[in-house]
């Protein structure tokens, strides 16, 4: 079993920026699994928001996000991070951890095995 916790939404000015953090934990927990952010709307379906593989460190962005997202991960600490810059009232949502037990990035929610609890985040116009 895998737990995730994110932490770090709040409010926060259009133009502003947050950073997310998602504690991965768990004996099965290993370089082997891709993590994920996904946001979601009350009411809407849970988008994608960007990946990334523990082992390579590659990544892969929602076209809404890039260039203002950035999605990292520290091995050591198993932590990973949305660093969210630039952001937009659209940005309101209540984003989500994701890990799968492969090394292969995906972007829908049923490719996910782990889901933290997630956190909100509000931006103001």
């Known amino acids: 079993q895998v737990q995730l916790v994110e932490s770090g939404g709040g409010l926060v000015q259009a133009g502003g920026s947050l950073r997310l953090s998602c504690a991965a934990s768990?004996?099965?927990?290993?370089?082997?699994?891709?993590m994920g952010w996904f946001r979601q709307v009350p009411g809407k379906e849970r988008d994608f928001v960007a990946a990334i593989s523990w082992s390579s460190g590659s990544t892969y962005y929602a076209d809404s996000v890039k260039g203002r997202f950035t999605i990292s991960r520290d091995n050591a600490k198993k932590m990973m991070y949305l660093q969210m810059s630039s952001l937009k009232p659209e940005d309101t949502a209540i984003y989500y951890c994701a890990a799968r037990n492969t090394r292969v990035i995906a972007t829908t929610p049923s490719q996910y095995d782990y889901w933290g609890q997630g956190t909100q985040v509000t931006v103001s116009s």
């Open positions: 768990g004996r099965t927990f290993t370089s082997n699994y891709a």
